[in-house]
């Protein structure tokens, strides 16, 4: 496919991953895919990613509706560019250090690699004038990179996952590279209006850029940076709700749980989603007699995720450790009081428990943006359930007045949110609902992309 796409995504990830083995894809994790994916099929566009699997060659291909361009990494790119400079370095610098970030150059120099192969992928495929939207902080080098090779385009950046303050951002070594890699952008985006104003600063003080506003002059461009707060896919939702096995499947969910109430946490296995402190706080509830076993359950599924990284390694062992040790002590015979099962679910069976589950624990250390708690707001058509949000989230300002918000570092507080959400009286439940629904059924995933693009193409829309 040459040079033919009028419109076109850079991700690291291709929407489907290979399967274990070899034949097959299914769905990629995380939320940047959940989020891009419908706009793709809405948009006929082609996407350029990896497969997920080291060293492989594939020509472009169509699958679930979209075209894709695969773009190989060698099994050194994976551990270097990948599982080291994105996911050991960045990750963990732009989510607050709660992990400490590795700095190496040899890291460096792969991240600078594979960011070439991308912006010349995507340079092959698009159509002279085309849209060329890149994602995430996997790919910060390549709006730069492409406005090299392809000065026609009109090239937008979305960084799915925090942007740091500057005392954090002034660690990274290669600090100025990155600033100057974003900026090849005609617009960047940020989830958040604070995100977007770290950015504005950094390339003042760093780049000695001149700003105005959050617009950055930069090399005779004016480039833009904004907040377009992500969002989910309402109609799949809508749809996956109504199905009668969904529901089907939601009681029987319910009724193997033992009937008590429902708390759950669905999240990638990844150290900044908060889930050692979340079981922490509800194993000292028992422990404080505040629930008896068979009155609460909580069910945490964790999807793997980064599994060759160190620090996932280490946060899964600290997990099973802790649930075996909840339930060695609370647990009565058949009715343990945490599930926990390490897997990733299809999208009916992440309904199902959506559906049943009575309190969504949503406690980020810290967080992008967190489509799960939208997810669960958008499935709760019977305006009932309770959330229980981080502060950290970036979904917070949008879900605060009917959210229940909590610190995730303070276990007190994280008890007795837990507790106040338990036992919220249906009629508070309901109102708490309406208000968060109002908020995601409106601001859903077509009009986030729709107000990024309409920016891009110089028509701003309303975010
Ligand atoms: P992140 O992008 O950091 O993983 P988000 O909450 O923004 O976090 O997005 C996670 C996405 O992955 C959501 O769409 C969610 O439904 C999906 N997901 C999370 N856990 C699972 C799981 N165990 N099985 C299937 N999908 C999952
Ligand atoms: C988050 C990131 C995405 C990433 C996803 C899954 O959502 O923002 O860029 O794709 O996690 O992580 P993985 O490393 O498996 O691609």
Redesign the pocket.
């Known amino acids: 496919m040459s040079r033919e796409s009028e419109f076109v995504v850079v991700a690291n990830r291709l929407p489907v991953d290979r399967v274990a083995d070899g034949n097959g894809w299914r ?1 990629s ?7 891009i994916a419908p706009v793709m099929r809405s948009r006929q566009g082609t996407w350029v990613g990896w497969s997920g699997a080291a060293g492989e060659r594939l020509a472009p291909f169509t699958e679930d509706g979209m075209h894709l361009v695969p773009v190989e990494q060698t099994a050194e790119d994976v551990e270097l560019y990948y599982e080291g400079f994105s996911n050991a370095t960045l990750w963990p610098l732009y989510h607050d250090v709660v992990a400490p970030p590795v700095y190496d150059r040899a890291m460096w120099d792969a991240y600078v690699r594979v960011n070439e192969r991308f912006a010349a992928a995507a340079a092959e495929t698009a159509a002279e004038g085309a849209v060329v939207w890149v994602q995430d902080y996997q790919l910060q080098l390549v709006p730069a990179m492409l406005r090299e090779l392809r000065p026609d385009l009109r090239i937008g950046f979305f960084l ?2 925090p942007f740091p303050p500057l005392e954090l951002f002034y660690q990274l070594p290669w600090r100025r590279q990155i600033l100057e890699g974003l900026l090849g952008a005609d617009l960047v985006g940020f989830q958040l209006p604070g995100a977007a104003a770290n950015f504005v600063r950094l390339c003042r003080r760093l780049l000695d850029a001149r700003t105005a506003k959050q617009d950055i002059e930069w090399e005779g461009r004016s480039v833009r940076a904004r907040a377009f707060p ?1 969002s ?1 896919d309402v109609e799949e939702l809508r749809d996956l709700i109504a199905r009668p096995e969904v529901r089907w499947r939601a009681d029987e969910i319910r009724a193997d749980l033992g009937g008590g109430t429902v708390l759950l946490g ?3 296995l ?1 150290y ?2 908060g889930i050692t402190q979340r079981l922490q706080a509800f194993g000292e509830l028992f422990a404080d007699r505040e629930l008896k076993p068979g009155e609460a359950v909580f069910a945490q ?3 793997p ?1 980064r599994e060759r990284v160190e620090q996932y390694q280490l946060l899964r062992d600290q997990i099973e450790q802790q649930v075996g040790r909840i339930n060695g002590q609370y647990a009565e015979l058949g009715s343990p009081v945490v599930h926990y ?1 390490h ?5 009916e ?2 309904a199902a428990l959506f559906l049943a589950a009575d309190v969504m624990v ?1 406690t ?1 250390l810290r ?7 939208k ?1 669960y707001v958008a499935c709760r058509e019977d305006l009932r359930g309770t959330l229980v949000l981080s502060e950290f989230a970036g979904a917070a300002p949008e879900l605060r007045r009917g959210a229940f918000l909590v610190n995730p570092y303070d276990i007190d507080g994280l008890k007795d949110t837990m507790l106040a959400a338990i036992r919220c009286e249906p009629a508070e439940q309901g109102r708490r609902m309406r208000t968060m629904r109002k908020r995601v059924l409106e601001h859903d995933v077509d009009r986030w992309a729709a107000a990024f693009l309409d920016s891009l193409e110089g028509e701003p829309a309303a975010a």
């Open positions: 769905r994790p995380g939320g940047l895919v959940s989020a799915h996952i992500i989910v669905v999240d990638r990844d900044t989603k599924i964790a999807t995720s099962l897997t990733s679910y299809d999208r069976e992440l949503v980020p967080d992008g943006m967190n489509l799960v708690a997810e």
